[in-house]
Every structure is written in C-alpha cells, then in structure tokens.
C-alpha cells in the first residue's frame, strides 16, 4: 500500500475517455453563473479578508455541522463562543475521516486543494500543516471574497435578499468595478407570516419604511411590495425565490386576504386554514409581478425546516436542523401554475425539490406548461440541498432526460453562504461528464463530439447566461 494515497486525481469521476474530454475541453473552461446563492453581498462589497481557516470554511456551513454533531462533537466546538477557532477547526479535521462516502469527504478535499493547493488527507495529524499552510494564503488578495470570484471565474451571482433591503451593498458592489455582475433576487417569505405576527408586524414596519408608504392594510401592502419589487428590478434584479413546504393554491378572494391580513396587524394568527387562503393570494400576486417585469421565479419545496426546538432556541434558523419534508406536491402545485398560465401571467420558473421522491412530479409538472416562447421556460432545477450531491444529482439529471430536454438545462448553483463552494460546480460537472462518456460507452448515445461539446458548454453556462437574461461579467 503506498504510504499517501492517491485520492481525488485529475480524472476524478472521469472512467472514460469521452467523460475527460467533454470535462477538460469543454466543461473546465466554462465561467460560473450562480444563480442561486446566499452570499452576504455586504462581505463582498467590503471585500471581505478571513482571518482564518475556521472562519472561511466552518462559519455558516451547516452541511459540516451536522456530520460534527453526528460525530458526536460538542456544540461549543461547532457554533459555540467559548472555543477557539483553531480548536473548531481541529473538531472537524477529527470529524473528516469518518464522513467517508458522504459529498463532504469529496468537497473538503476538493475545497483544500482548489482554494490553497493542499493535497493533504485531512484527519487530525494532518491539521497542524493545513492551518498554518491555509492561514499564511487567506493573507493574499487572490482569497479575499472578491479575489475568490476573479479566481474560479464567477461572471455571476445572485443573492437572496429581503424585500425590505435597502441592497446598500449591491450598490456599492457596482461602485468597485468588480468584474463580476452581483444581482438581488426578491425573496419575500415573510410576506406570508401571518401565522406569527410577532415576526410578521416588525418586517410590515420595515417594508413600509422601506417603500415609504403605509401599509396597515392589505392595499398599501401589496403597493410596498410592488415597489420594492420594481426597486429591485432598477437595481438588476431579474430573479425572484420562495422557499416554501409546498405552494398553496387555494382559492381566496382580495376581500378575505384583505380580513386575514389586518387581522395579523392587529396581533391575532392567522389559523392554517386562514394562512393557505392568504399565501395563495400572495403568490398569484408574486408570480403576476415576476411576469409582468420579464423575471424567473424559483420555487424551493419540500423542506421541514427547524426540526430540534432545543437548538433552533440555541442558534436560530439554518443552523442545520433542517429535514427532506414529506408534503403533497403535485396538486397544488399544477394549480398555481395553470392559474398563472391562464391568465398568461405565468414567469419563467424553476420547480426544485428536496424529497427525491418528487423528482418525476416535477420534472413532468415542468412539461406541463412550457409554451413555445422560451426554451425550456418551466425548468426542472438541479439537485437541491441533500440532493446536490454524486447521486442525488445523477437522479436530477436522469429525470430531466427521460422526461424533458437534458439540453436546455441551466444546470448548477451552489445555494450556498459560504465563499468555500464553487467547486460544487466542478463536481457536478464532472459527474454531468462522466454520465455522457458512460453513456457513449454504453452506445446510448452518438459519439459526436461538437454535438457534445456544445451540450456540456450550454448546460455549464450558456443556457444560463441566456434563460436569466443577465449581462454576465468577462474574464478575458
């Protein structure tokens, strides 16, 4: 046995020659187009320096937090303010070996050896070497979070912002020269809080101040929101999101939202019957803004968030506590959509999922409503939160193919907080590689190479830079 193994080489995931050569000569060149993420944007205005390994790798990752508490490691060394960040560090370099055959053990290695060049396994022994070899890098501008972007070549990313935001930092971001193009995306989840006033009446005072406008009833409420809606849009905003359990599709009358609505204001919940009516309304009125204004909407389904109330009071929300949610799908969300549809004020949309048992629900419920305007208007989003990973994504990919067109995919994202993530998009584009060079292989498809060049450069970016509408940034 050789005393270092031999792990994660150049041909990682490529086991045939047409996998290496659609990935060297055609996927590995491509810039990235992050469409879905939640960088703070004010960190890369300010283009933030890490003081450390911890703070660019563990701060924020829930995906690492929950193998630690698996692991069994206490929660002062993963969240926790009485531990050192080296000591936090040293928690997870123990946890690393023990994730072997989860997308961790993949990505840490892969996130070492692209950001810092560090080939080392990672297991406590090793992580004296890597802290300091890390450390003595993060002090170099080619790692701060806007030395990052130029080096994997992101020409886009898009945050996920409140509607309440006044998008300072976007500002401010354009004022840089930075040469990759930062946009919002309209996240307006609390717009639908009217099971829990205590939360939804302090983010209603700052829509309102926001928009400058009264909104104690449900009338000068939807006017905040359209007019932060068309302040983003000013800003180059083209993407709206929600991430919800499921879309309700109810039917409810302006009238009764209006009752639910000043109900919430004057402190009473809305009951689960009374929330449906009123979410129903709210995002037929969403998806008519994203249509009218040209815009993508992105509907995440399917998470049963906040699982341990004892460290959801501990830590708050995505801290990872957060499940595959077992919700119906299918009825509620054909309805929403044909409502949009038959008033032909149905957006660009794309349906992602968490549960793979919905990945044919959605990736037919996608077919159901394209129109012929746009190609592949309705997508069938990649693999999302537990499913971005080797299988999960095969299983997205194998759904897409068989049930619509592989080839108008807009294909990755990292959805992720942390700087630390963009060689997600490497995994899946070896992993989208080596399932064609399989399938040639296999006689499942022509090996016809500019036919397949072209496909894995569209599904890496193009599709994207031309479904989002989005003026990228160059890295000539």
């Given at each position: 046995m050789p005393s270092t193994p031999s792990f994660l080489p150049d041909d990682f995931l490529l086991t045939t020659p047409w996998a290496r050569t659609l990935y060297f000569e055609h996927a590995a060149p491509q810039p990235i187009f992050d469409y879905h993420c939640h960088l703070p944007p004010g960190e890369i205005a300010g283009n933030r320096r890490f003081e450390n390994l911890t703070r660019i790798w563990l701060a924020g990752d829930h995906y690492k937090w929950r193998a630690m508490r698996a692991h069994g490691v206490p929660e002062d060394l993963i969240t926790g303010d009485a531990s050192s960040d080296y000591d936090k560090f040293l928690a997870y370099a123990r946890t690393v070996p023990h994730t072997l055959r989860n997308p961790l053990h993949h990505w840490s290695h892969l996130e070492l050896r692209r950001y810092f060049g560090i080939d080392l396994l990672i297991n406590e022994q090793n992580a004296p070497k890597i802290w300091e070899l890390a450390n003595a890098q993060l002090q170099e501008p080619a790692l701060s979070a806007q030395g990052i972007l130029a080096k994997f070549k992101v020409a886009v990313v898009c945050t996920t912002d409140d509607p309440a935001d006044d998008l300072a930092p976007h500002q401010a971001i354009r004022r840089t020269g930075l040469a990759t193009r930062v946009y919002p995306a309209f996240r307006p989840d609390k717009a639908l809080l009217v099971n829990d006033p205590a939360a939804f009446n302090p983010w209603c005072d700052?829509?309102?101040?926001?928009?400058?406008?009264?909104?104690?009833?449900?009338?000068?409420?939807?006017?905040?929101?359209?007019?932060?809606?068309?302040?983003?849009?000013?800003?180059?905003?083209?993407?709206?999101?929600?991430?919800?359990?499921?879309?309700?599709?109810?039917?409810?009358?302006?009238?009764?939202?209006?009752?639910?609505?000043?109900?919430?204001?004057?402190?009473?919940?809305?009951?689960?019957?009374?929330?449906?009516?009123?979410?129903?309304?709210?995002?037929?009125?969403?998806?008519?803004?994203?249509?009218?204004?040209?815009?993508?909407?992105?509907?995440?389904?399917?998470?049963?968030?906040?699982?341990?109330?004892?460290?959801?009071?501990?830590?708050?929300?995505?801290?990872?506590?957060?499940?595959?949610?077992?919700?119906?799908?299918?009825?509620?969300?054909?309805?929403?959509?044909?409502?949009?549809?038959?008033?032909?004020?149905?957006?660009?949309?794309?349906?992602?999922?968490?549960?793979?048992?919905?990945?044919?629900?959605?990736?037919?419920?996608?077919?159901?409503?394209?129109?012929?305007?746009?190609?592949?208007?309705?997508?069938?989003?990649?693999?999302?939160?537990?499913?971005?990973?080797?299988?999960?994504?095969?299983?997205?990919i194998n759904a897409l193919s068989n049930l619509g067109l592989l080839s108008r995919f807009v294909g990755m994202l990292t959805d992720s907080r942390s700087f630390m993530s963009y060689v997600r998009h490497e995994y899946f584009r070896r992993l989208l590689c080596a399932m064609l060079g399989a399938d040639i292989a296999a006689g499942l498809v022509p090996a016809d190479g500019p036919a397949l060049g072209e496909l894995v450069e569209n599904i890496c970016y193009r599709n994207a830079v031309g479904y989002f509408g989005l003026e990228p940034g160059r890295f000539d």
């Open positions: 700052r829509l309102a101040a926001g928009a400058n406008t009264d909104v104690q009833d449900l009338a000068g409420f939807l006017t905040a929101l359209k007019q932060r809606h068309d302040f983003f849009h000013a800003q180059g905003g083209r993407l709206s999101d929600h991430g919800l359990e499921y879309v309700p599709a109810e039917d409810c009358t302006e009238r009764e939202a209006a009752a639910i609505f000043a109900q919430a204001r004057a402190g009473t919940a809305a009951t689960p019957a009374q929330w449906a009516k009123y979410a129903s309304f709210l995002m037929l009125f969403f998806g008519r803004l994203d249509a009218e204004r040209g815009w993508t909407k992105q509907l995440h389904l399917g998470a049963l968030r906040n699982n341990s109330t004892r460290l959801f009071r501990r830590l708050g929300a995505d801290t990872g506590v957060d499940s595959i949610g077992d919700f119906p799908q299918a009825r509620s969300l054909s309805r929403y959509l044909d409502r949009l549809d038959a008033e032909h004020k149905l957006p660009k949309v794309v349906l992602y999922n968490v549960n793979p048992a919905d990945n044919y629900v959605f990736a037919t419920m996608a077919g159901n409503f394209q129109d012929g305007t746009i190609p592949g208007k309705i997508q069938f989003g990649s693999g999302w939160w537990f499913l971005d990973q080797q299988e999960g994504m095969a299983w997205q």
